[in-house]
């Protein structure tokens, strides 16, 4: 390979011959490909306007051959990399905005309450035009999270594009730590309602004191739970594992399969189920992704819980970090597993499909689905594997139109639970 | 040169086949060539080895290649086998496009207009739709020209436009076959005592076309000629060897444009014959944001011989050349940036782009003040260009509450005239 390398960078003719001879006798051999980007690399070299550094063309290759592979494989260049480090020890800020794609432009999905973005007036549907007088457009969303990312205290400034007005204007905004999403919980009625927003390392603790605190509250007639997933994003495996097994007495969680069968992982549930039991209604929708659908599926396949709401995102793939040269060199991440059921089946693309289809009815909702799409809407998705499972859409329940409700999901899972025909454990 | 002329501002003879005896890596980069290749091939073999599933070892070097490359300025990229194959075709002269006028708006490709009994016409798009994608790729932070050259393939072969129409809530697809277009890039007309011709790109026919337009107009207008008009506004360019052609006519000696590239023997000049076509009545040239590349070789070449009089707003600033260099059987080929353009001069127009002699605004809508206007210097990953000098310049306008069809067209005919018939303010502005 490197022999092969080095003919590339060094003659031409006789290069092309060697390319051919290989091509033919070693078939996929890797070396031919090798040295077919060894030689772009070395006219590029040669003959660019301006010489470029090797270390911008192989990290431009390397964010190339990563980027296109699906939408969650990229390149971290070492920069990114090390930034990527800071994150992870928590001292990290951002803005506060939860943000989707709208045909390419960025679109404000959401401001977080009391963040930077929010004080500074940032709205949903506003659509982010440039972030530090550089324009984002076109660019991956993994991409733009971190240009919004940064070291607490330090300032960013936004062009905004917002509907109605003519000209885009900035916002300057200070980044700061923003508060990890917290499990919340409330009483209805005779049911706990429990809102998972997303997967981090205070979930399955908070988990554990929602449903302590609402066994206290409502006392012997608590009928069961409604276990809230919309719009959460996903997070940490071992969280989805651990809330999973909080609600399961026992048998598979999910498990992770890669290319080969040693790459198999399985994760198993411990006996004791802090719910007792109770009827459990999990709601999902087209946000509900990639941890939260762990859950889903988990509990959807014991039949521990019904799940309810509209089919979930698709993300069931697993990306793993792979440092070149310990770091020095930025990093890999790349998928290299999917996620699979206990029953066997793969969340990859079709997601989880709740047991009753009950459609949103707030518009705020219906838009947000459509901003962020699904998995197979994304380029480049990984693809399904097995049969497609048809949803029969004549089945959607749907609210009266005549009638207002402000949550018709979550009013339709407390009939569920409440009604003739209350959800029982099967 | 002819031969890859339609893809852009594309190869200069010779230049190609020149650069395919690669000057061998030498002196200290070496070791950094090498570490960096080894690091690509740690990533590739991990790539094959660990993804999720088997990828072909082709696809990922194609998107490697691809990222390296475009990364580098916004107009270089690399063609895959296919996409190769197909440009050869269009370089027979089987080369197709849609048939819609397009500009840039809010980092959306806008229809200005669909010319008639072209495929796009049939198909219904229509005046004021964005174009969101082409065959699915999304074209937002691409540069116009860029997006241009995707519609465009061989003659019969298929795309796909992702259209947004105002009042409709969707975007939808249409599916189009290309077909050729015969455009006529040059139209000119009587303005009393003065030429006017518009060339509005450079294609073979533009050369020609020009020199039948001053042909036609000297016979129309006789003896009480005063001068001409050339409007290169909108103009993006095309051809090298048109745009040396239309400088040619006008100039009657002297450098038309040099190209430099790394190596002090890859210049190439390029001198005007003798001979002024016009009889060297005066010239003045409209241009705007919308001029670029072999437009700007043209407005720069005549502003620098003082043969021409520029009016209207800073171009665009594309001063780069592109070489089409194939990678060997099978392998593709490089569009790959290896040149700039410098004015007679030695002016790079490269982000700069070509200064007016007479800063003149066609009313607040032009303002080059305006966040989204697009030029070279606002392409992400933009060539640099030489250190810009900040000349302050006075911007002309309409008079308030005045309203002119072109003002920028009447501007340049009272300078002709040597009259002043509009009313114009003038406001201190930076022209950078």
Do not use: W
């Not at chain 2, 995707?150 to 992702?162: A, D, H, Q, W």
């Amino acid at each position: 390979m490197k022999a092969l390398s080095l003919v590339s960078l060094g003659a031409g003719g006789a290069f092309c011959a060697t390319f051919a001879l290989l091509h033919i006798a070693q078939g996929a051999d890797s070396s031919a490909e090798l040295a077919r980007f060894g030689k772009a690399y070395a006219v590029v070299r040669a003959n660019y306007v301006e010489a470029p550094k090797d270390q911008d063309l192989v990290e431009g290759a390397l964010s190339g051959m990563l980027g296109n592979l699906d939408p969650h494989s990229s390149y971290f260049d070492p920069r990114t990399f090390a930034a990527m480090q800071v994150k992870t020890e928590g001292q990290y800020g951002g803005v506060g905005l939860v943000i989707g794609l709208d045909e390419s432009l960025v679109t404000v999905i959401s401001p977080i309450e009391d963040t930077p973005a929010s004080k500074a007036g940032i709205k949903a549907g506003d659509h982010i035009l440039s972030i530090d007088g550089k324009l984002i457009t076109g660019q991956k969303l993994d991409d733009v999270q971190d240009k919004l990312r940064g070291p607490a205290g330090t300032k960013v400034t936004l062009s905004i594009i917002r509907q109605n007005m003519h000209d885009p204007f900035d916002v300057t905004v200070t980044r700061q730590v923003i508060a990890v999403e917290a499990v919340t919980h409330k009483r209805m009625g005779d049911l706990g309602y429990i809102k998972i927003p997303a997967f981090n390392e205070h979930t399955d603790s908070g988990l554990r004191t929602a449903i302590a605190a609402l066994k206290k509250e409502i006392g012997p007639k608590l009928k069961g739970y409604i276990l809230d997933l919309r719009d959460d994003g996903g997070g940490l495996l071992d969280q989805a594992v651990a809330v999973s097994d909080d609600l399961l007495d026992g048998g598979e969680i999910v498990s992770i399969r890669g290319r080969s069968r040693d790459d198999t992982q399985r994760f198993d549930a411990q006996p004791g189920d802090i719910a007792d039991g109770k009827a459990i209604v999990i709601l999902v929708n087209g946000g509900t992704a990639s941890a939260s659908e762990i859950v889903a599926g988990a509990l959807q396949d014991h039949r521990r819980a019904r799940v309810e709401g509209t089919v979930s995102f698709g993300k069931g793939s697993v990306q793993t970090v792979i440092p070149l040269d310990n770091g020095r060199a930025g990093a890999l991440h790349m998928t290299t597993a999917r996620y699979y059921t206990p029953s066997g089946r793969s969340i990859q693309t079709t997601g989880i499909v709740p047991d009753v289809f009950v459609a949103d009815s707030s518009d705020r909702s219906s838009s947000f689905q459509s901003l962020i799409g699904r998995e197979a809407d994304l380029p480049h998705h990984l693809a399904a594997e097995g049969t497609p499972i048809k949803s029969d859409v004549a089945s959607v329940i749907r609210p009266d139109p005549k009638k207002a409700y402000a949550d018709f999901q979550l009013t339709y899972a407390t009939q569920l639970l409440n009604g003739p025909h209350p959800a029982r454990r099967r | 040169m002819k031969k890859y002329g339609l893809v852009g501002m594309g190869g200069v003879a010779g230049f190609a086949a020149a650069l395919m005896m690669f000057p061998a890596a030498h002196g200290s980069n070496d070791g950094s060539a090498y570490r960096q290749l080894d690091l690509f091939s740690d990533a590739f073999e991990r790539v094959r080895a660990n993804y999720v599933r088997p990828v072909q070892d082709s696809e990922l070097v194609n998107n490697a290649i691809e990222g390296m490359v475009s990364g580098l300025d916004p107009h270089s990229s690399y063609m895959d086998a296919k996409t190769f194959a197909d440009m050869q075709i269009q370089t027979r002269g089987e080369f197709g496009g849609l048939g819609i006028e397009v500009t840039m708006e809010d980092g959306l490709v806008k229809v200005i207009s669909p010319i008639d009994d072209t495929p796009a016409a049939k198909a219904g798009i229509k005046t004021g739709d964005f174009i969101a994608a082409i065959n699915s790729t999304p074209i937002q932070g691409m540069a116009l020209n860029d997006a241009i050259d995707k519609m465009r393939g061989p003659n019969g072969s298929k795309v796909s436009l992702t259209i947004l129409r105002p009042g409709t809530k969707k975007p939808f697809d249409v599916n189009l076959t290309r077909a050729v277009i015969h455009v006529d890039s040059v139209k000119y007309h009587r303005e009393g005592d003065v030429g006017y011709i518009r060339v509005s790109a450079f294609n073979e026919r533009t050369g020609p076309g020009v020199e039948k337009a001053i042909r036609d107009l000297r016979a129309q207008i006789g003896n009480g000629l005063r001068g001409y008009v050339l409007d290169l506004r909108n103009d993006l360019g095309g051809l090298l060897d048109q745009a040396i052609d239309v400088s040619d006519d006008l100039l009657a000696s002297g450098e038309i444009v040099s190209t430099r590239g790394r190596h002090a023997e890859d210049t190439q000049r390029y001198d005007a014959k003798s001979g002024d076509i016009t009889g060297g009545k005066p010239v003045v040239v409209l241009i705007n944001g919308g001029t670029a590349s072999a437009s700007e070789i043209v407005a720069g070449a005549l502003q620098d011989h003082k043969r021409a009089t520029v009016v209207g707003m800073t171009s665009f600033g594309k001063g780069s050349v592109q070489t089409i260099i194939p990678l060997g059987p099978g392998g593709g080929a490089l569009r790959l940036t290896t040149a700039r353009y410098y004015t007679p001069s030695g002016h790079s127009i490269q982000a700069t782009g070509i200064v007016p002699d007479y800063a003149v605004s066609q009313g607040d809508d032009d303002d080059s003040t305006k966040l989204l206007r697009t030029s070279e210097a606002k392409l992400p990953g933009h060539l640099t260009g030489e250190a810009a000098k900040k000349q302050n310049q006075t911007v002309i306008k309409p008079a308030p509450g005045k309203k002119y069809d072109d003002f920028q067209l009447s501007y340049a005919l009272d300078l002709l005239r040597g009259q002043k018939t509009v009313a114009a303010v003038t406001k201190s502005a930076d022209a950078n």
